[in-house]
């Protein structure tokens, strides 16, 4: 059970009157502590109440039930305010994803009847795929060569290409095309280890001066 809180200075007023503490008390809390008179003149208007020297004890308790039934409906309310939202933007996260699904599927229904073969969705190659596609055909080379020196040579390569991306980040296409032409140029090596011409690149090619100028060779 809770006492009301009101004006102490009044309420120690009021009881060098004579008043007793449950009467003061009542008064200082129905008169919304405001005065000294405006507290005795509620007593005196309330004088014949039966219940005037009675702390309003359940009154208050009721107020505070209604305050907590306040709060717990307000957060109820923001609660499913929150989930209403979080369904919506779910919504229309699957919209879009079925929108991107259908559009990617229209442009591979589109490249298969020109008889393009399919292109990877992403929009460059990461350097670390990168590396590990030159590890794996650095590991195919037939060409009899140390294991360190392979390892050298795939990391140095692997170096090199994660430079070219991040010199370049802003330029994704020119980056995916310039890591494409080395892939060839691997390819080559691969497939072709005994040519000699295979294992060197000719910086003038108008092709490497266009996609690869700034590529580690």
Request: aromatic share 4%; hydrophobic share 35%; with cysteine.
């Amino acid at each position: 059970m809770a006492v009301p809180e009101v004006d102490k200075k009044l309420l120690e007023q009021l009881e060098e009157m004579g008043f007793s503490l449950a009467r003061a008390i009542r008064s200082l809390h129905y008169s919304g502590n405001s005065s000294l008179e405006d507290a005795i003149n509620w007593i005196v208007e309330h004088e014949n109440d039966s219940d005037i020297d009675e702390i309003p004890l359940e009154r208050i308790q009721a107020g505070k039930r209604i305050m907590e039934a306040k709060k717990t409906a307000e957060e109820n309310a923001r609660k499913r305010m929150i989930a209403l939202r979080e369904a919506e933007k779910e919504e229309e996260s699957k919209a879009r994803e079925k929108i991107r699904q259908k559009l990617e599927a229209d442009k591979a229904e589109r490249r298969s009847r020109l008889g393009i073969s399919p292109v990877v969705t992403s929009s460059v190659q990461s350097a670390s795929t990168a590396c590990h596609v030159v590890q794996k055909k650095s590991a195919e080379v037939s060409k009899p060569v140390t294991s360190t020196k392979k390892a050298k040579k795939a990391e140095l390569l692997c170096d090199c290409l994660r430079s070219l991306r991040r010199y370049h980040k802003d330029e994704d296409a020119r980056v995916k095309k310039a890591f494409q032409i080395l892939l060839i140029y691997i390819r080559n090596v691969v497939k072709n280890p005994d040519v000699e011409k295979y294992r060197k690149i000719r910086l003038s090619n108008p092709i490497f001066q266009v996609h690869a100028p700034d590529a580690c060779v």
